[in-house]
């Protein structure tokens, strides 16, 4: 995705594509075929890596595998969005991040179907140029920092979290932009736009390997704690039982026996099925740390 000119137009753009989505939904909905035959399927913001959006199309090849209905990918301008749009019913279904996950449960805006373990790799990276200076998560203070979304774990929450722990406010000893994407992000520390960039640990070896930043070049000056929950697959809390229960059957196999799905998501071990939000608890300590209450960003 390109970089955007705030998080409030981009969840209008995506809201608008979501709106009409729903208007033909709603159609399909009318003729009584719709929630029986057809799901929509949406998938976060990532990168406009060709590589990931095929993933992105396995995975919702996946979702009709083990549904055995007919599958239409969509995915929204932010993270938020995906939240919102399974909350109003334009979605179906939905692949979180983490405390797009947490919040989404803790306003009792979807039905959590599954979610993996926590890994123990770090989540984030903070990238600074080598030439900058900024060798640490101290040396960050004065300096601009590129986050991803409000709803990005491992580009928002998680490194926000390492810098808190580092003794930085955001605001008052660093100053923060939203880049709208995980490459955007990065292209802006390459081109001397901000000082720091963080995204999320998986993707870094990507972006030397594309090219997108110079592994001579660009340094990891800081490594967040690992996400103490996993990725989430949830879906809108009218979906009828016989697709829930199929996807909960069918889709864990089937993902974690994807190679190139299980990286991309971090997939490990057998995932929890119909999780109690106790399973978040651990992401809302994270946000309260940081001085955010998942309650407020809605």
């Known amino acids: 995705m390109h970089a955007r000119a705030g998080i409030i137009a981009t969840s209008i753009l995506g809201l608008l594509a979501v709106g009409a989505l729903a208007g033909c939904s709603g159609d399909a909905n009318a003729a009584g075929s719709n929630t029986k035959t057809e799901l929509v399927f949406a998938t ?59 919040l989404a449960y803790k306003t009792e805006s979807v039905d959590p179907l599954l979610v993996w373990p ?37 580009g928002y929450f998680m490194p926000k979290s390492l810098l808190a722990k580092a003794g930085l406010t955001d605001g008052t000893d660093y100053k923060s932009t939203f880049a709208g994407s995980h490459d955007s992000a990065v292209l802006a520390l390459a081109n001397g736009n901000v000082d720091v960039a963080c995204t999320a640990r998986q993707l870094y070896p990507t972006f030397i390997q ?11 000056i800081a490594k967040s704690d690992p996400i103490p929950v996993g990725i989430s697959i949830v879906v809108r809390k009218d979906l009828d039982n016989e697709a829930r229960e199929a996807l909960k059957a069918k889709l864990p196999a089937l993902m974690t026996g994807n190679k190139e799905i ?15 939000f106790s399973t978040y608890a651990p992401l809302v300590d994270v946000a309260e740390s940081i001085g955010v209450d998942l309650q407020d960003i809605r």
């Open 118 to 154: 926590a890994s123990t790799e770090p989540a984030s990276f903070c990238l600074a140029r080598k030439d900058s200076g900024i060798q640490s998560a101290a040396d960050v203070k004065g300096k601009q920092v590129a986050f991803i979304d409000p709803g990005s774990t491992t």
């Open 44 to 102: 976060p913001p990532g990168t406009d890596d060709p590589d990931e959006q095929a993933i992105m199309g396995q995975l919702s090849t996946m979702v009709g595998e083990a549904s055995g209905r007919t599958v239409n990918n969509l995915q929204p301008a932010d993270y938020l969005g995906v939240v919102e749009a399974v909350r109003n019913g334009s979605v179906d279904v939905a692949v979180l991040s983490q405390f797009s996950a947490a």
């Open 262 to 276: 299980s990286k991309t998501f971090g997939i490990t071990g057998e995932p929890t099925a119909d999780p109690e």
């Open 210 to 220: 594309k090219g997108v930043i110079k592994e001579d070049q660009i340094a990891v």
